[in-house]
């Protein structure tokens, strides 16, 4: 089984779309279900190496972090990982990847979760 979710809400969205779609690929992994996660439009801000610290990122960040550990794949792309000077380095782990990249998850995936 293999699942992709693509996180696009803003990590300080109303509701905290973000953490929830992080708790759900950590408890898929956990379950033995393949994860693909791709972080694009305003959630690409989790991928920088350095950001804001306030609690919820920092909590946000730990779970990504804990993703990573347990095997997931995660990607990102956007306008603002090119426009971005400086470039910003990313997390260790997370890919610059394109949009082919995301098509090619989804039509690999037996799920396709969007957040």
């Known amino acids: 089984m293999h699942w992709t979710i693509l996180i696009k809400s803003h990590p300080e969205a109303p509701g905290?779309?973000?953490?929830?779609?992080?708790?759900?690929?950590?408890?898929?992994?956990?379950?033995?279900?393949?994860?693909?996660?791709?972080?694009?439009?305003?959630a690409i801000e989790l991928a920088w190496a350095e950001g804001d610290t306030n609690e919820r990122r920092r909590v946000q960040r730990d779970l990504l972090a804990e993703?990573?550990?347990?095997?997931?794949?995660?990607?990102?792309?956007?306008?603002?990982?090119?426009?971005s000077k400086?470039?910003?380095?990313?997390?260790p782990g997370i890919r610059a990847s394109t949009m082919k990249t995301l098509?090619?998850?989804?039509?690999?995936?037996?799920?396709?979760?969007?957040?």
Not at 30 to 35: C, K
Not at 86 to 91: I, K
Not at 103 to 115: G, N, S, Y
């Open 67 to 83: 993703i990573l550990d347990l095997g997931a794949e995660i990607h990102t792309c956007g306008l603002s990982l090119t426009e």
């Open 16 to 42: 905290n779309p973000v953490l929830n779609a992080l708790r759900l690929a950590a408890a898929a992994l956990a379950d033995g279900i393949r994860v693909s996660l791709f972080l694009s439009e305003a």
């Open 86 to 91: 400086p470039v910003r380095p990313l997390m």
């Open 103 to 115: 098509v090619r998850l989804m039509q690999e995936a037996d799920q396709v979760i969007t957040l």
